[in-house]
């Protein structure tokens, strides 16, 4: 059975002289990560260096995946395929009490901010990388430095200075319902 690489053993730095632990796993991802147009597809390889500080009744897991991705550029639908590094800091809890501490007279005032927990002394950061993921990888990937000059898709008008006739390849499915319109109007 392949690893998941977002599941991270934290037990070493939990039982261990105090000094922050480095791991690297590698392994599928069990689920797509970022956006509808580019992301990490679900059964990727994916390379987790991860570093993990004890935090007394905690860790703090410091970690940087590192894949491949897969989408698609919005201007000419070209494939794209990037290598990308996604960083995340997540703290984990190893207690009930480790955030806010023995005084239990105080009710959560509903900050929102759940530690997640330390279970079975693993830590999962797919959700951290998934978070992370939605917030910095492109809405609207575009191929990179420009798209290529032999491209169908037509240069937007004003862009360029020319109007072309091709048609965008993003709306020719749509083509034969405009050239129904037309016919019949022009009757």
Do not use: H, Y
């Not at 059975?1 to 599928?28: H, I, K, Y």
């Not at 990490?40 to 390379?47: A, K, L």
Request: glycine share 10%; with cysteine; charged share 25%.
């Amino acid at each position: 059975m392949a690893t998941n690489p977002f599941v991270v053993d934290v037990s070493e730095a939990l039982r261990g002289d105090g000094l922050p632990v480095t791991t690297t796993l590698t392994g599928p991802s069990p689920s797509r990560i970022g956006p509808e147009m580019i992301a990490i597809p679900e059964g990727q390889e994916v390379t987790v260096e991860a570093t993990v500080t004890p935090l007394g009744g905690g860790v703090l897991v410091d970690a940087t995946a590192t894949a491949q991705l897969k989408g698609q550029c919005v201007r000419c639908l070209r494939e794209l395929t990037p290598t990308e590094e996604i960083s995340v800091s997540q703290v984990f809890s190893g207690s009930d009490d480790f955030i806010t501490g023995d005084d239990a007279g105080e009710e959560d005032d509903g900050s929102g901010d759940d530690v997640p927990r330390i279970i079975d002394d693993t830590v999962n950061l797919e959700q951290a990388f998934i978070d992370e993921a939605g917030l910095n990888l492109p809405f609207n990937p575009v191929c990179e430095p420009a798209c290529p000059e032999d491209s169908d898709v037509p240069t937007p008008d004003g862009v360029s200075g020319e109007k072309n006739d091709l048609v965008d390849p993003r709306w020719a499915g749509l083509e034969k319902f405009l050239s129904d319109e037309d016919s019949g109007s022009k009757k």
